[in-house]
């Protein structure tokens, strides 16, 4: 069976309705919750902001947030025709991304490739520094959903290469090796 894409439930695995938490999945393996995933503007819109991704996700190497946004947005356009935005903030920071200038400059470029609006990068109030926030709204509209579903294939496409829980480079777990004595530090 051949990886397609993330699938997304409300809780429970039942079908996703509006307003409820969102449990996204690579078949049957649990990647991220997003809870609350409230309405905005009179039920037209949706806030995306609150992602958790398992632990599974934050000791891939590869950055996984991008392509469950993507699907996200793709799974509401075309489910959900009364939203017409969604609304995000990212604010998570993610290692493997490198430092947080580099990070937020990643996502911001992301975001613009799919035709988001407003999209702002600010530090993140109460952290270190180098950590930010990168904000927008993503509108639907056929341009829009045109660039969405281009930029979500080339996502799909990479991660189609090397599906999560698949056996890890060895990359990876220097990488778990390095984040484990960076926390253990911190700790202390």
């Not at 946004?69 to 799974?75: G, K, M, R, V, Y």
């Not at 990643?106 to 109460?126: C, Y």
């Not at 056996?167 to 700790?187: C, D, H, Y």
């Amino acid at each position: 069976m051949h990886f397609r894409k993330l699938r997304i439930t409300g809780p429970g695995a039942q079908p996703y309705a509006l307003d409820q938490p969102m449990f996204v999945y690579d078949r049957n393996l649990l990647l991220a919750t997003l809870e609350p995933v409230p309405l905005l503007n009179s039920g037209t819109e949706i806030h995306v902001e609150a992602f958790n991704p398992t632990h599974l996700v934050r000791q891939d190497y590869r950055h996984v947030g991008r392509l469950i946004f993507l699907e996200i947005c793709a799974f509401i356009s075309e489910r959900f025709p009364q939203i017409q935005a969604i609304n995000f903030a990212f604010s998570r920071r993610v290692d493997v991304l490198g430092g947080g200038e580099q990070q937020a400059m990643e996502r911001a470029e992301s975001m613009e490739r799919i035709g988001a609006i407003n999209v702002r990068i600010r530090p993140k109030p109460n952290a270190l520094p180098g950590h930010f926030v990168v904000s927008g709204v993503w509108a639907y509209s056929e341009q829009n959903l045109a660039a969405l579903k281009l930029v979500l294939e080339e996502e799909r496409a990479l991660y189609r290469k090397r599906p999560i829980g698949s056996s890890t480079p060895e990359r990876s777990k220097v990488l778990g090796a390095i984040r484990q004595w960076v926390t253990g530090r911190e700790a202390a």
